[in-house]
């Protein structure tokens, strides 16, 4: 059974930080591209970063010099390093894994606000 756990977010002021994390069980996680998304509220969800089985990394210019996406193969886990935080990046944030098949997790809230 495929899982997809993310964790670590919460309240963060305007200017915060926060790390994301995704941990997968269940796939051969190196295999897999990894990437972060996220749903606001009444916004379709949107693309945030991703990062390659190599670790080459894309990100929306949104969020570019902002957030860092990164992985951990022996820990099977993914990470979204937000830093800058703005009220705008409040949204619930997605974890998925893609190879052929694509598997999401359930999300965690974030929330920037004062």
């Known amino acids: 059974q495929v899982q997809l756990v993310e964790s670590g977010g919460g309240l963060v002021q305007p200017g915060g930080s926060l790390r994301l994390s995704c941990a997968a069980s269940?796939?051969?996680?190196?295999?897999?591209?990894m990437g972060w998304y996220r749903q606001g509220p009444g916004r379709e969800r949107e693309l945030v970063a991703t990062?390659?089985?190599?670790?080459?990394?894309t990100y929306a210019d949104s969020v570019k010099g902002r957030f860092t996406i990164s992985r951990d193969n022996a820990k099977r886990t993914v990470y979204l390093q937000m830093n800058s935080l703005k009220p705008e990046d409040t949204a619930v944030y997605y974890c998925?894994?893609?190879?052929?098949?694509?598997?999401w997790g359930q999300g965690t809230q974030v929330t920037v606000s004062s």
């Open positions: 990062i390659t089985r190599g670790g080459s990394t």
């Open positions: 269940g796939i051969i996680f190196s295999s897999y591209a």
């Open positions: 998925n894994a893609r190879f052929i098949v694509e598997f």
